[in-house]
């Protein structure tokens, strides 16, 4: 079973930058991100393929300000953040799925790592 490891999530003030890293235990072809803030739903925010840049897709409420990557050679995906606005403040999870006709379904997940955004 893989295993998804986060790190990089921390206290930021409004309209700064910040990293996320996902650690995989094992090679994976589709991955993302997605964030749940307190008394929402979880939701997607990128995602990608071993293509890469080829194979990302963001959610609109991210998109110019968000960019996400990977390094395959380290099985490491990567999220950076820009201009991070307070409503960005969530838990990130890493996850790992697949892609039917575009649409992307994750079936593993990270613990996830906590991102305050202060305004």
């Known amino acids: 079973q893989v295993q998804l490891v986060e790190s990089g999530g921390r206290l930021v003030q409004a309209g700064g930058s910040l990293r996320l890293s996902c650690a995989a235990s094992?090679?994976?072809?589709?991955m993302g991100w997605s964030r749940q803030a307190p008394g929402k739903q979880r939701e997607l925010v990128a995602r990608?393929?071993?293509?890469?840049?080829?194979?990302?897709k963001y959610a609109d409420s991210v998109k110019g300000r968000f960019t996400i990557s990977r390094d395959n050679a380290k099985n490491t995906m990567y999220l950076q953040m820009n201009s991070l606005k307070p409503e960005d403040a969530a838990v990130y999870y890493c996850s790992a799925g697949i892609l039917i006709q575009g649409t992307y379904y994750p079936n593993a997940w990270g613990q996830g790592t906590q991102v305050t955004v202060s305004s």
């Open positions: 990608i393929t071993s293509c890469g840049s080829i194979g990302t």
């Open positions: 094992q090679p994976l072809y589709a």
